[in-house]
């Protein structure tokens, strides 16, 4: 299951859809909408019912964030029975060509992060702030977190369902972007194989980005609680085995 989290992508929804679908035939396609009001939940709508049993549309009321978005896809996903799972932005700044590596590696792996920071990553079309940005939040989540994957802040990434079973257990305290850090967290801390596949970022062509002032604070926050308390996995359960 591949899970698509959505506000305002009415640009990029359905070609990236058709992409996705077409290009891995073994997956099916989740998205995630908080109620875009440019209709990005009704595209998709109409777009499931050309794509019947491959592509699920979920709506939330609101904008209700990137990490909670993901978190309700991990548990549709968990109880309509899919063993793997991807998460993956709309805007096509994750290349979907990778998925299929990506799953792959999983066979091997508890995690699998589609990353920038590994030889053979890179992001193309950022400016020199926005890479500084990335940069700086990678190297305090290693720092200050105790990360060990180059890219932890990434949000293209495969899981195996099983094991986000430890990070669904409402301990996740972000809302948006940084609950990606808090994944990794809980799965590094309960003993993850964590594999990481280089892939070129490109900037988004179209519609507008979603960062803002509240996700930098969020994540400022996250940071430093992580620091102080390094909480344990929320369950005694080692996803190593
Ligand atoms: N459902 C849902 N999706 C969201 C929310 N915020 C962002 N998204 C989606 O999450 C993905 C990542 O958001 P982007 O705005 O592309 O964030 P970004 O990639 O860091 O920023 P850009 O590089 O400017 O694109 C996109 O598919 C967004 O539509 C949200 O609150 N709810
Ligand atoms: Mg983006």
Redesign the pocket.
Known sequence: MVI??????AENIEPLVERVLSLVPAVDALV???NSPDGTGELADRLSQKYQQRLFVLH?PE????GT?HQAGFSWALEHGYGQLVTM???F?HPPEVIPVMLNKLQEANLVIGSRYVRGGQSEGWTLVRKMNSWAANFLARRLMGLKARDCTG?FRAYRTEDLKIVLLGKLRAR??SAHLEVLYYLERAGARVVEVPITFV??QKGQ???SGGEVRETLKILIYYFLFRPKAPAARNVAG
Do not use: F, H, Q, W
């Open positions: 698509i989290p959505t506000y305002n992508e995630v909408d908080d939330r904008k209700l964030g990137l978005a932005d709309a805007d700044s949000a948006g972007y900037n988004r980005s979603k960062i």
